[in-house]
């Protein structure tokens, strides 16, 4: 018995994670092909048991799971595969030669590009809050900051409104970088804003009519833990007290509708832990409370993450479908349609065919269940695999190109239908 509180409680210290990549050379991330719903509801349970790092999250049939083990146990996640008779492909035969290759490519661009805003390179939470400052400042009567609250660890988070319609047009919630290692978001989000902003004579008439609330980064204090200590950290970094100082919980699974009510964790150690209660985190309070400030106006509220090409609406508690689906279905279409057209990028788009699995505590759920905005989308961007989270930065710019095609195509129905 005392060895296996001993074991148990070393699993639980390496699952902890030290503060280096030590713990990811021999890392593997293995890929399965779920093709019934049964594998895919043991696929829930594996990530439940908080033995290994889900990479993607098992959504359903027909979509690729990326699951990651630490070298110690790569030969055990094989058996388990095997024993249930899920076929597996390894995707990153070593997670830290590519975490050192991406290292190396980010530093390369920053070199060249430097501490100013650009998309050639991925860039620090204190730049792109620099950057939103700028933008209110050179661009009055167009854009605005302001504070918002700050982070558990004392950072200021600020949010920038777009339009020169006034208040009361109909309006769109754009937030990224929820899941802290997924720095696509961030950088997509920040394109997107660039774009409007810097064309803002060519899109005056969207611009006059509808408003756009910007936050690139809600998980600022995670984001930056990515860039100083581990790259492929999720949460926030909140201490919740757990005995073993695993820190943070999930800020996808800590929104207050329908909150823990599946798909996440008790554990505090988990990558899905639901967090002590909803909204346990201030950040995605601070978020919240901006989301309810423009409730009445909201239209869409979409939030980015990374990676799989999805473009996916509620409900996420369930695996049921909001009444008005249909419509939520058909600009989903809309908007990955032009996305496609950029750079032939493929997008799966989340529906009753495909979606099986439950996960409770999104924001896209909150939005539209707690907050009444219709348009709550969850889109998961580039790639679908090959570099996951640590996607190159020369890939930035093609994913701001394609991805703000399928943002204008739900601005400009939001202006031809709301406004
Ligand atoms: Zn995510």
């Not at 997670?95 to 060249?112: G, P």
């Not at 492929?232 to 820190?247: A, E, H, I, Q, Y």
């Not at 508690?317 to 950029?342: F, K, R």
């Not at 009753?352 to 759920?365: E, I, K, R």
Request: a negative charge; charged letters at 20%; aromatic letters at 12%.
């Amino acid at each position: 018995m005392r060895i296996l509180v001993v074991l148990s409680a070393l699993l639980v210290a390496a699952l902890a994670r030290p503060s280096t990549h030590d713990y990811l050379h021999g890392a593997q991330v293995l890929r399965v092909n779920p093709t019934t719903a049964a594998q895919v509801h043991y696929l829930q349970g594996l990530q439940n048991q908080d033995l290994y790092d889900f990479w993607t999250e098992p959504h359903g049939t027909g979509l690729p799971v990326d699951i990651m083990a630490q070298a110690f146990s790569v030969p055990v996640l094989k058996k388990t595969l095997q024993t249930i008779g899920l076929e597996f492909t390894v995707q990153v035969s070593d997670v830290a030669l590519l975490l050192a290759k991406d290292r190396e490519a980010n530093q390369k661009a920053r070199a060249s590009s430097g501490r100013e805003m650009d998309w050639t390179s991925y860039h620090r939470y204190d730049e792109i809050e620099a950057w939103l400052e700028e933008l209110a400042t050179t661009n009055p009567g167009l854009c605005s900051v302001e504070e918002i609250g700050t982070t558990y660890e004392g950072r200021t988070m600020k949010m920038l409104t777009l339009g020169k319609g006034g208040a009361g047009k109909p309006g769109i919630f754009i937030d990224g970088g929820i899941h802290a290692r997924e720095w696509i978001s961030p950088a997509t989000v920040t394109y997107m804003l660039n774009e409007l902003v810097t064309n803002s004579a060519t899109y005056d008439d969207l611009l006059s009519n509808v408003n756009f609330y910007f936050i690139p980064s809600i998980n600022p204090d995670g984001y930056e833990y990515c860039h100083t200590d581990d790259r492929l950290w999720r949460k926030t970094r909140s201490d919740n007290g757990s005995p073993f100082g695993c820190m943070g919980a999930d800020p996808n699974r800590n929104w207050g509708f329908h909150w823990n009510e599946n798909g996440a964790s008790n554990n505090p150690c988990s990558d899905i832990y639901a967090g002590p209660e909803a909204f346990s985190e201030v950040e995605m309070r601070n978020v919240r409370d901006q989301i309810l400030k423009y409730a009445d106006s909201l239209v869409v509220y979409l939030t980015f993450h990374s990676y799989s090409q999805l473009w996916l609406y509620p409900w996420g508690y369930t695996s049921a479908l909001p009444s008005d689906w249909q419509d939520l279905d058909d600009l989903a279409h809309s908007a990955v349609d032009a996305l496609t057209a950029v750079h032939g990028t493929r997008y799966d788009i989340g529906s009753s065919t495909n979606v099986l699995y439950a996960a409770a505590g999104g924001s896209d759920d909150w939005a539209k269940g707690g907050a009444g905005v219709k348009y709550a989308y969850t889109v998961e961007l580039r790639d679908t695999g090959n570099y996951g989270f640590v996607l190159p930065p020369d890939q930035i710019i093609p994913t701001g190109e394609e991805t703000f095609e399928a943002l204008k195509v739900v601005a400009n129905y939001v202006r031809n239908n709301y406004s």
